[in-house]
């Protein structure tokens, strides 16, 4: 069933990330310390914390219709250090996740960024069942990747060879093509668990006015 | 600095490897950006320990990157690990062996996840039963791959032949390490030596001649951020939280970068080169970057094997200068030649980083 913005927080009590998440934070501050996207972005995980144990629902649709739960690079150091084992990651992951299942995710910049997300992570798992593919990554794209990227992409099938990999043949090895059947499993699978009715709902609620 | 205490805390966090007989789970980010690592791997593994392991042509991604961008729930992550099993099942093996870090962190989640929520095990076998008509059982032990090769360390050293000391002043090489966040700060348990003190990658440094330095910044990311690495516009994301490490790292001049995850040693190599040319800063001596490499190209460098076979030439920084210092042969004309010995040219020069 969709999750309404009346029964947030019901939704989110079943959400084993959440359960696992908050374990009554004390507003200490050591995951904003720690946190790598707190040091760059307008980003507070405590704060974020305190917001979520308050269970507000009005302040919790706010929150998922904010830039605010985009900002964190999900490296989940704020796990190892919280001394009272709270997990500022997996409660930002539930978020992001009932965010995207309403559709308030499209109602922020960063949120709304999710399109490329899809577009590129999900779309190269639906075609080549890798998440990352040499054929799709062009230097325009990715500047950072530096010359030796674009050497490596025009003589890719004789380096890979040269480096023992198995560049788009049949059978085992590194960046073998997957075949056809592996791929029709894989999709089956993401078909059968949401992912495809997740990638169509990023379009649909990225195109609505 | 006395670490006598902080190897005693070490000794509390013991994790079981297997001996022999591997599954082999590869990595969608080392296969595109460092391939010749994960063959690497499969080589020691084969014709230097004498271990079985199989490569399976049916794996596929785990959807790790897609589950940490939030594109996928965790109920399709589960589903496509509980496929890999699958696999794994069908050629008897029990030992699954993961080479990348994102992997490592997503099997563990899933395998923690079904023993402290049972009901998610019954639904993944569910799905994946109406998705591909498959069963599944768990693995006995899943291990990320450096741990196997820390495992073996002292075997590799003793089939050395360099060590990890420079050749002119007859000193280790000061080595900084960095380990992926996902390989033990979501699980402590599951990695060597926990997520504050790992020792998978200092082990194998101390065990091959060099010497590992501790900075401020040792355990800061490296700054991937998932979505914000794959989003053009919040790549200064990863680029800033790089900048992060090399400046704290650079006051205590490394001689090297070991990592053991397919996305740091990237942006590590990367982002120099970017830093170099936005900034002028450059962080090796003489206007070069500071190498950063794998653990199977360190293991491969020790042990002899072709530099360029361990696709040292795929790095932005070059590797040669620590190659000089260990006193390593290359021959630098190999470097750019294709399969068949052809010519393929050669990658431009960055305007500033300096390169071989």
Redesign the interface.
Known sequence: MKPESKNIKEVLEKDILFIEGLNGCINCGTCTAICPAAKFFDYDPRQLMDTVQSMNNDELIELLKSDIIWYCGQCLSCKTRCPRNNVPGFIITALRRLSQDIGYFAQSAEGRKQLTVKRIVGENIIKYGYCVYIDEIELNGHPEQGPVWQWYKNNAASILKKLGANYKGSGEGTLREISESDLAELNSILKETGALEKFDNIERYCHED | MKIDGKQNIWKEYQKEIPDDNYYYA?S??R??FF??S??TFLKIIKEVLGKNIY???????C????Y?????????TM??VA?QFSLMNNVQLKNFVISCVTSF?IYSEAME?WKN?PE?LEKTKE??K???GRDFTSPEIIAHTSDIIYKYREQIKEKAKFHLVNKNTGKPLRVVEHIG??Y???F?SKGIGG??FPSVLSGMIESWGGEIIDYPER???C??????Y????????S???TK?KFDSMEPYKPDFVITNCPGCTFFMD??Q??IAEMDNKTYGENGFGIPVLTYEEVAGLVLGFTP??L?L????VSIEPLMDKIGIPYDINEKY????N?E???????KVLQVI
């Open positions: 590869r969608c980010i296969q595109n391939p010749a994960e063959e490569d399976d042509a049916h794996q596929t991604t959807t790790g990157i897609a940490h961008s939030d594109l996928v729930s965790f109920d399709t589903t496509v496929r962190g996840t929520f998610t799905h994946l109406n998705a591909t966040c996902h033990a700060k979501i402590p997520a504050e355990r800061h990311c700054g991937f951020g998932f979505r914000h794959i989003i053009k516009e919040n790549r200064g994301y680029l800033s939280n992060v990367r982002w080169y970017v360029y076979t696709g030439q795929l790095h932005q030649l294709g399969f068949e052809e393929i040219g050669r990658p431009e020069k960055p």
